[in-house]
């Protein structure tokens, strides 16, 4: 393989003026001079180094995103929007799936920094994350989606308020008549604002929030399956929020197994709007947020922090709510 000594010597110039067209900093070289170089580079499909030159420059321009489920197509489309503006900015992408447990967590952080990534956007694992050693580390970090303190702290953070968003689609099954409303949703470490946006909305409405009305358990399909075979097994109700799309999925499987009709005996919400949640039958009333943008944001906030030294800051993302057939 070519190095770029060897160029500079076909090409009759220094390495010093390599280095600068291919850092884009030759605003100085004449336009023959940088045709003449880059035509080599091309013929002999030269690839700069990126560690090397990761070294000199103190940067990689390698970002590591730390996910906890890849499985479920929420995560997949904020990589989406992270690696997409990542690459407009000329920046690499690194992606570990800890599938929610603190060690592989762990691993991967440590991963990235063997790495020499430049920062991390990271969502947080539901149960026991290490999360406090991630922010006592040098790297900058911006956080998706999951809630991590970030007071006193020099983290960013991408969010949507899902406890309005909650509490908003908790409101719609109240104004639809619903009065016993069933909720599932994951049990985690840190505060709820799903099933919190749940009470809030039945507080509101004077309605009690009955514990043989909720379960909880993980972010999944088997999940809501679970939680309509506990609370249907205990009593009936005419509403039920959950805490994702997939948990929906789950639970209006069930509700059909039993012989129950959606929305004419029990009207269901979602969050997340995955892709598919229009194209159940029926399709699913849900919350959207916006998880490219969400990808996007984060990046965005990430490398300028990288590059430009911007501080890093909290963004809040707007959410929606798509009403549809299951209410």
Do not use: W
């Not at 639809?176 to 909305?201: P, V």
């Not at 009709?261 to 029990?266: H, K, S, Y």
């Amino acid at each position: 393989m070519i190095t770029m000594k060897e160029i500079a010597e076909q090409a009759g110039v220094s390495s010093a003026t390599v280095s600068k067209i291919l850092n884009d900093n030759d605003r100085y070289i004449s336009s023959a001079t940088r045709d003449r170089v880059m035509k080599i580079i091309k013929e002999n499909n030269y690839i700069p180094n990126a560690v090397a030159k990761g070294l000199k420059v103190r940067r990689t321009n390698t970002i590591g995103f730390i996910l906890p489920d890849i499985s479920n197509p929420f995560f997949p489309e904020i990589a989406r929007g992270i690696e997409d503006t990542a690459e407009n900015y000329g920046f690499a992408v690194t992606f570990c799936d800890t599938d929610n447990d603190p060690k592989r967590e762990l691993t991967s952080f440590n991963l990235l920094k063997s790495k020499m990534v430049d920062g991390i956007i990271f969502t947080r694992s539901l149960h026991d994350s290490n999360f406090d050693d991630y922010l006592a580390d040098n790297l900058p970090i911006v956080v998706v989606d999951r809630r991590i303190d970030t007071e006193g702290r020099n983290i960013g953070k991408i969010m949507v308020d899902t406890r309005s968003a909650m509490h908003d689609a908790t409101k719609l099954l109240i104004e639809k008549g619903c009065r016993r409303i069933a909720f599932i949703g994951a049990k985690n470490d840190f505060e709820d604002a799903r099933y919190n946006g749940y009470l809030d909305a039945l507080t509101e409405a004077g309605l009690d929030a009955e514990a043989t009305l909720c379960y909880h358990d993980d972010y999944n399909v088997e999940t809501g399956r679970a939680g309509v075979k506990e609370i249907f097994g205990v009593r009936m109700a005419d509403g039920l929020v959950c805490g994702n799309d997939l948990i929906a999925v789950g639970a209006m499987a069930v509700l059909r197994e039993m012989k129950l009709r959606v929305p004419e005996d029990i009207r269901v919400t979602g969050f997340d709007d995955i892709y598919f949640s229009r194209y159940l039958s029926p399709p699913l009333t849900t919350i959207k947020q916006p998880a490219y943008e969400m990808g996007r944001a984060a990046a965005h906030m990430l490398i300028q922090n990288i590059v430009n030294a911007e501080p890093l800051h909290t963004k809040k993302l707007d959410y929606t709510l798509i009403p549809r057939e299951s209410t």
